[in-house]
């Protein structure tokens, strides 16, 4: 099946910094999204993005289908940009969602 | 957010008894889905649904059976509990293409 490999798994910045947040996957799709999961657990849907560009506020992501990869960009992180992010995608509409392993995000006043 | 909805949002229960799980949506989606998340696992499918009455097994679907019997419901049973189905339980649900995906607040279940 599909592999869906995120680097890094593990980031710490320091707040105002910026970071870039990369999702690897192996076969083509036609789905991925990314989820932030914040420390109380609730899994906040970031952007659909199987192609392009899309921005919203300080975050933005960019899909290279043909690549087969994608990146989240956090600008100017606060300390609320904390938790987890994953990146996941499906190969049919209504098929199975499938997580990369996440990378946890860890932003320092 | 999407009107989805989790219950119990936490549940403690002992071994060997029967669970049950609600997943609730007011959005009238075709699709629905149930996830468990595990430290080193991530989230993995247990079953899924792509409409009433219609559904399908996940990687993680032993020990567990799903009912869809309306568009707007879809339960999650835990026949007898174990302690290896201690988890935290998402549910998810899927419409129209370019929808994408929205998740419910979880459940997090305890088996003593």
Same mark, same amino acid.
């Given at each position: ?9 593990? *980031? ?16 083509? #799709?036609?789905? $991925? ?9 609730? $899994?906040?849907? $970031? ?11 300080? *975050? ?6 043909? +690549?087969?990869?994608? *990146? *989240? ?10 938790? #987890? ?18 990378? +946890? ?5 | ?10 549940? %403690? ?29 991530? /989230?993995? /499918? ?16 032993? =020990?567990?059976? %799903? ?9 999650? &049973? /835990?026949? @007898? ?13 899927? =419409?129209?293409?370019? @929808?994408?995906? &929205?998740?419910? @607040? =979880?459940?997090? /279940?305890?088996?003593?």
């Amino acid at each position: 099946g599909i592999q869906v490999e995120q680097s890094p798994p593990d *980031l710490i910045l320091q707040e105002g910094a910026n970071s870039t947040l990369r999702c690897n996957f192996s076969d083509s #799709v036609n789905n $991925l999204q990314w989820f932030h999961q914040n420390p109380w657990g609730q $899994l906040i849907n $970031l952007f659909y993005i199987p192609s392009g560009t899309k921005q919203n506020g300080r *975050l933005s992501a960019t899909t290279v289908a043909t +690549e087969r990869y994608s *990146l *989240l960009y956090i600008s100017s992180s606060q300390t609320t940009d904390s938790g #987890v992010y994953f990146c996941a995608v499906t190969q049919n509409q209504g098929g199975k969602l499938i997580f990369g392993q996440g990378t +946890e995000l860890s932003v320092k006043p | 957010d999407a009107g989805i909805t989790q219950s119990p949002r936490h549940k %403690v229960t002992e071994t060997g008894t029967p669970v049950t799980l609600r997943c609730h949506q007011t959005e009238n989606h075709r699709y629905m889905y149930w996830y468990r998340q595990d430290p080193g696992h991530g /989230l993995r /499918l247990i079953h899924y649904s792509y409409g009433v009455k219609d559904t399908d097994k996940g990687e993680v679907s032993d =020990g567990y059976s %799903v009912s869809r019997s309306k568009t707007e419901d879809f339960l999650l &049973t /835990l026949e @007898s509990a174990t302690s290896s189905q201690t988890s935290v339980y998402f549910c998810a649900i899927s =419409g129209e293409p370019g @929808s994408g995906y &929205t998740f419910g @607040s =979880g459940t997090r /279940l305890t088996v003593v």
